[in-house]
């Protein structure tokens, strides 16, 4: 596999009126577009796009994952939220691991079947329809082109058919061989060959028909049941008729004039939030955008947010988490220099690849609703089971649980773990009116690159192409967890880098390639430009919408 991903071009920011898509694959923003102009809203082609992400981007995201979005109504100007994450198996507690050897230094394999948390996806994408769609298209209407498209194939676009690639190579390492749905003659597609799932498009049809009971009973169920027991796991058919999605109220802080929402625990949004409370505290502009001052000092904020949201986030239903005192305005630098950084030890992932393993994607539509959404199988294809007959893998987000009894992410049955995935928002704090929708996919990288992606706009008065192509740092432990590595990606001049070293920190620069993936996908969509302090006229009977989609990915924004 070649590891070259030359950046030398560039893109300007979409602008358009009517209703905008933003996605890591163009079929799929096109299947989004298509929806709007149906007469769908924003939760309508964003349901859409995930599902037609699940048929062209397998090795990140799928039926089998879960999922999550914030929705903002612009009738009431209200955010609202679902938590589309699934639960262990009831009879996977802490005593049935334990009793079967496994431990905090033994962890179930990666990819093992007891890692398979129930798929929270076809809920969530059926309860946005329900609750947040136009009620001019149907469950069936929203997921045809993603059927069609699985039915008819595609061509495999070129940073997914390297992941795609890589986590076959990568699960075959560690003995566990990919469906063959998801190969063409035993092995991962070349960029530009034509894929095809015809069972993916049958379980679409069955959805789009049943609803959830098409999914979560019935042959799909069974199916996913079956293969888990078959590789040693626990999952039952009543497990998974039992899920549910849950209607979430969004978490938020506001900064220098914007309102971030993120998702409340179990989803790791307050990482980002808590990172601004302390940022704010900084003359962030006046440090200079990528210097070595900024970037220390965006490092260190990034460090002590994470060390308390892996510590303290977990299934609000199980364990009590101080949202209050962590997030409030007069949060302390000094308080958090005193957490003992040894308890992040073992907290962090077990060995898990970062990069290319979600996707997040945005949509806008005209009467200026948003719907901000996010689909991972975790680690690549997740466990890599796939139901018979069903073209979609099994996610293996139970990977993220601890065994450690007294933590609050310790396993237990029907229990949700720590989940990395999160969607965010923007909105004025004095009028509730809607700046962007925006997020950036990659497991831990996710509050780090909702951060500076912020930041670059609000800061640096950057346009969304602009806040998105900027280079990012990405601040992560080391294999032992004893110490945090800096890295910085190709475009940080070189003297910042050594700069960094001399205060201590330990930086790897440059990265560039495919390791690019380390720093995220993301994609933003502005209504206005607000972050752009230039004094001009506008009228305000018009509403222009911008967009930018990340050159790290395959995708683009689209509008008419």
């Not at 329900?130 to 039915?151: I, M, N």
């Amino acid at each position: 596999m070649s590891t070259d991903l030359l950046f030398n071009s560039r893109r300007s920011p979409v602008v358009c009126l009517h209703g905008c898509v933003a996605s890591s694959q163009p079929l799929a923003s096109n299947i989004g577009l298509d929806i709007l102009k149906k007469g769908g809203n924003a939760a309508d082609a964003a349901v859409a796009m995930a599902a037609a992400l699940a048929v062209t981007e397998p090795c990140s995201t799928g039926i089998g994952g879960d999922s999550l979005s914030l929705f903002y109504d612009a009738s009431t100007g209200n955010v609202r939220g679902l938590n589309g994450s699934g639960r262990t198996p009831r009879a996977q507690t802490i005593d049935f691991l334990e009793g079967r050897g496994y431990s905090v230094s033994n962890p179930p394999p990666p990819f093992h079947a007891l890692n398979v948390t129930v798929p929270g996806a076809a809920a969530c994408w059926s309860d946005i329809v329900s609750l947040f769609g136009s009620q001019q298209l149907s469950l069936q209407e929203v997921l045809q082109p993603a059927a069609e498209l699985a039915l008819v194939g595609f061509p495999v676009a070129e940073v997914t058919a390297y992941h795609w690639a890589k986590w076959v190579a990568t699960m075959r390492a560690a003995g566990r061989e990919v469906g063959s749905d998801f190969l063409i003659n035993g092995q991962a597609p070349n960029h530009g060959q034509v894929f095809r799932n015809p069972a993916l498009s049958r379980t679409f049809q069955l959805l789009g028909q049943q609803g959830k009971a098409g999914f979560y009973r019935g042959r799909v169920a069974e199916a996913i049941a079956d293969i888990i027991r078959e590789n040693g796991g626990v999952m039952t058919p009543e497990d998974l008729g039992s899920h549910n999605s849950q209607e979430i109220t969004p978490i938020s802080t506001d900064y220098k004039g914007v309102r971030l929402w993120e998702p409340p625990p179990n989803g790791q949004g307050m990482a980002a939030l808590i990172a601004l409370n302390i940022l704010e505290n900084f003359p962030v502009k006046e440090l200079g955008h990528n210097s070595a001052s900024y970037l220390h000092v965006v490092a260190e904020a990034l460090k002590l947010s994470l060390t308390d949201t892996m510590h303290y986030c977990g299934d609000p239903d199980h364990v009590t988490i101080p949202l209050k005192g962590l997030l409030a305005k007069d949060y302390s630098h000094q308080r958090s220099q005193l957490i003992n950084m040894e308890r992040a030890r073992g907290e962090v992932e077990r060995g898990v690849p970062t990069g290319s393993d979600t996707v997040y994607f945005c949509v806008v539509d005209g009467q200026g609703n948003a719907c901000s959404l996010v689909n991972s199988n975790y680690m690549g294809f997740g466990t890599g089971l796939v139901p018979g007959g069903c073209g979609f893998s099994l996610q293996n987000r139970g990977a993220n649980f601890s065994l450690d009894r007294n933590h609050g992410n310790c396993v237990g049955g029907g229990k949700r773990p720590y989940h990395t995935i999160m969607a965010a928002m923007l909105t004025d704090p004095a009028s509730g009116r809607l700046l962007c929708s925006l997020g950036v996919m990659g497991a831990f990288m996710q509050p780090q690159g909702h951060v500076q992606v912020l930041l670059n706009m609000c800061e640096f008065g950057m346009d969304p192409q602009q806040a998105l192509d900027a280079p990012r740092v990405f601040v992560q432990h080391d294999p032992t967890g004893r110490l945090w590595n800096i890295n910085l990606e190709e475009g940080v001049d070189q003297g910042v880098a050594e700069d960094l070293r001399r205060r201590g920190h330990a930086v790897n620069w440059p990265i560039n390639g495919h390791e690019r993936s380390k720093f995220g996908r993301g994609q933003v969509i502005s209504v206005g430009d607000w972050w752009n302090k230039a004094v001009h006229q506008e009228d305000p009977g018009i509403r222009v919408l911008w967009a930018g989609s990340d050159a790290r990915g395959d995708g683009c924004a689209q509008g008419f």
